[in-house]
Structures are given as structure tokens and as C-alpha cells.
């Protein structure tokens, strides 16, 4: 974290252009997570932002990150954690949609309670999408954290959802819905050969992860096969 004693003149630039740095990784930051509904920012998209006009102060990121985080948290209310990426379980040559070689990234989620949250922030007109990221993590979690493309399909579509569906009247496009969450790293999207030949699956990412060790969907998920599922906080 941010060291309160170490300022930008130690890297070679003065504190007002630090400070015009950092604010400019925060509205680059907000204004991403909201154009591309929560999608991971990469890390070089930010340090390119950040050495454009001082390239040759390799240290510098570091330092204007540290402290972006801290205001993003401090002012805003968000923390903006970096994913650690989770390796694909095949073992084969196939190589995920999502490797885990792809650079580091971070998400942004909100600091409130989850109560809060729903009352005065979440946008009521997507809860039908938090519903789906819901109901694809359980499935995928009950089926042991990994669940081939069809079966998930099959699943789904007891509950009235096709991958051929272009136009659903709530999701569009609900093969690209489920796309979505793969780049919004709930899921990963892997590959393997058998002796049936190429198998598409998918397993739970970083975020589905942390989704499913939060005790509030775990009690949700208990709760659906009473029938009584309470909205909770996928974050």
C-alpha cells in the first residue's frame, strides 16, 4: 500500500503533476468500469497511461496506482482490487479463452453494505442480469466448479434459455449474455480434447470464486431449493 512519507518529487516529477496522474487513472478507472458493465481493467491500459508523457520512469506507476487505489477507496467508496488469475484445471495443450498468462487487471467493487448498496446505487433495470450471473454461478458451482458448454446449456434451458436465442426479451443475445461473463471474469471458458473429440467447458474465475465463498449466496443457494432465493451481492 501507499507509503503516506513518499512523494512525487522522489520520482522525478512535481507533486501537482502527480496528483493530475492519479485523478486521471481514477476517472479513467470509473469511467471503463461503467462503459464495460464491470469488465476487468488491464493493468498496462493503465500504466500506459500513466508513462505517455514520462516513459523513462519505470517506478512511477507503482507510486500513481498505490495512490489511486487509496483515493478510489477513501473518496469513492470502491475498492479497486487486482484479480489474481486462476489456471484453467485442463492440463491438456488447449488454451483458454482466458489464459493465464493474460496481463494483470483489476475490478472495481463497491465498499458499502450490500443493503445500502440496493437501496441507493444498484441499477433496478439490471437486476434481471445479476439475477442470470446468480443462477450460472450455482449451476456451475453445484456441478463442482466446472460444468461442460452443453450441460450448462441444458440446465439453462430448463429454465426457459437458449443459446440460439438472439432476441430474448430480457437478455438480447443470451449466448453473448453468458460471453459476458466470461470477460467479466465469473467465468473462464476452457477446452480439452477426448476421445468424443473437442469439449468446450466452463469453471468458475476469480470473481465467481470470491462469489461463492461469501456466506450470504451460499445461504441463497440453500435457500433456492426451498424456493426462497433473497437478492444478495454478487460482489
Known sequence: MENADVTFTQYGITEEEGDKLVAEVIRYVLFKTHQNSGCPIKRDELTQLITKNYSNNRSLPGMVLNKAIAKISSIFGYDMKELQRSRPSSTNQARSSQSSADAKSYIVISQLDPGVYRKHIEDTT????????????????????????????????????SQDDERHIEFGNTKQAIETLVQQRYLQKDKTNGPEGLTLYYELAERGLNTTSNSSFKEALSQIVMNEAPAIDLD
Open 126 to 161: 439490471k437486476s434481471h442480469l445479476t439475477g442470470l450471473t446468480f443462477v450460472v454461478i450455482g449451476i456451475v458451482h453445484l456441478a463442482g466448479g466446472k460444468i461442460t458448454e452443453e450441460s450448462l446449456w441444458h440446465h439453462l434451458g430448463r429454465l426457459g434459455l
